[in-house]
Structure formats: structure tokens, C-alpha cells
T-cell receptor, first 115, second 111 residues
Framework: GAGVSQSPSNKVTEKGKDVELRCDPISGHTALYWYRQRLGQGLEFLIYFQGNSAPDKSGLPSDRFSAERTGESVSTLTIQRTQQEDSAVYLC?????????????FGEGSRLTVL | GQSLEQPSEVTAVEGAIVQINCTYQTSGFYGLSWYQQHDGGAPTFLSYNALDGLEETGRFSSFLSRSDSYGYLLLQELQMKDSASYFCALQGGTGGFKTIFGAGTRLFVKA
């Protein structure tokens, strides 16, 4: 596709359920990033991938959060046993991955609401 | 670790010039970027400074001083549509391309 695509755009779930959020980056972009943005707040770094490897997972809030990337393409962010504090917009971004312009291309985000 | 600080809010008048400052702490980085985000929208890239100095892109300019751990975004000829949140971001450091964002500056443009 032309841009970064995320699904679902909206997800409402009950506390304790697991959720999966998907990101399709721009074709050819080797770097992929996940951020969390609570209402009115900044972008909280979660994890980034270079190819299929995640050199830095330091932002994952707890062991309930995990992410994977396959085929240097699609990535899935999984949140297990969701809590109300997980409610936020989860943003995915991709980039060429080199030391270039620094430009990250963002998807429209997945808005997660935990009841 | 890495951290960035920006003012939480700035208000300016349509047609004026506004500067949004960003100070940072890091042991190393490739560059400083700026992003704009309108309410309910995705962040969009504005500018990137890999080297010290000023980068100009239309009405927007960005500046970096590595020796002062400081940068700013300058918006000229402000328009109402410039009302949005602006984020500075550090790219890279310690061998990777991790990008960390500041908390954002909310810009209100008044008529």
C-alpha cells in the first residue's frame, strides 16, 4: 500500500482479554516502530524492529506486552490480560531504517479501549 | 537514557512567528526531528537536523546546536491550521535507530 496501515482502527475489549494489533508498513521500509499515546499525552516508545529483529524492547511496559515482525513486513503487537490502563492509541511507524532524513511514516493508529 | 523537554503550550497570533524550543539529554544520536500532530490525526514529519545549524522548509525552519543540547522549530506566517501539537524527537544513539519523542507542545493560533 501507499502508506502505513493499522488494524483494527478501534477495539473495545473487556479487562482481562487479549488483543492483537496489526501494522503493515510501507513496502521496503526496514525499520518499524510501535508507540503508545494516551489522550493528550506524548508518544511513548514501546519497541522497534530492524528487519525482523527487535534491537530495543526497553519500552514494553510489562511482560503482558509482546511484538513480532515477520518477512520484514507485517508486525503484530499483542497485549495479554488487558488492563484499563492499557487504554490508548497505539501508533505504528515505519522508515527506511538508515541514517537518512530521520522521517518516520505513521499509521492512523489503533484506538484501544479496555472496559 | 535519552530524554527531551519542550514547553507544554504556546499561544501566538495569526501571521506572527513562533519558536518552539526543545532541550535534550542523550549520550549520542544521529539527528533531531520535528513532527506535527492535529487532534485525532497521525504525526507527520516536518523537519530533520543531522548537523548543527538551520534547516528551512517553506514556512517551517528547524535549528540544532549539539554543543548546547538544544533545538527549536520556527513557524513563520502562522495560520489557523497550524494549531496542533508539535513534537521533537531524537533519532538513534548506541548503534540503533530508536526514535524517542518529547511530550509535545500544544500550539494555539488565535485570530
Amino acid at each position: 500500500g501507499a502508506g502505513v496501515s493499522q488494524s483494527p482502527s478501534n477495539k473495545v475489549t473487556e479487562k482481562g482479554k487479549d488483543v492483537e494489533l496489526r501494522c503493515d508498513p510501507i513496502s521496503g521500509h526496514t525499520a518499524l516502530y510501535w508507540y503508545r499515546q494516551r489522550l493528550g499525552q506524548g508518544l511513548e516508545f514501546l519497541i522497534y524492529f530492524q528487519g525482523n529483529s527487535a534491537p530495543d524492547k526497553s519500552g514494553l511496559p510489562s511482560d503482558r506486552f509482546s511484538a513480532e515482525r515477520t518477512g520484514e513486513s507485517v508486525s503484530t503487537l499483542t497485549i495479554q490480560r488487558t488492563q484499563q490502563e492499557d487504554s490508548a492509541v497505539y501508533l505504528c511507524a515505519s522508515s527506511l531504517g538508515g541514517q537518512n532524513t530521520g522521517e518516520l511514516f505513521f499509521g492512523e493508529g489503533s484506538r484501544l479501549t479496555v472496559l | 537514557g535519552q530524554s527531551l523537554e519542550q514547553p507544554s503550550e504556546v499561544t501566538a497570533v495569526e501571521g506572527a512567528i513562533v519558536q518552539i524550543n526543545c532541550t535534550y539529554q542523550t549520550s549520542g544520536f544521529y539527528g533531531l526531528s520535528w513532527y506535527q500532530q492535529h487532534d485525532g490525526g497521525a504525526p507527520t514529519f516536518l523537519s530533520y537536523n543531522a548537523l548543527d545549524g538551520l534547516e528551512e522548509t517553506g514556512r517551517f525552519s528547524s535549528f540544532l546546536s549539539r554543543s548546547d543540547s538544544y533545538g527549536y522549530l520556527l513557524l513563520q506566517e502562522l495560520q489557523m491550521k497550524d494549531s496542533a501539537s508539535y513534537f521533537c524527537a531524537l533519532q538513534g544513539g548506541t548503534g540503533g535507530f530508536k526514535t524517542i519523542f518529547g511530550a509535545g507542545t500544544r500550539l494555539f493560533v488565535k485570530a
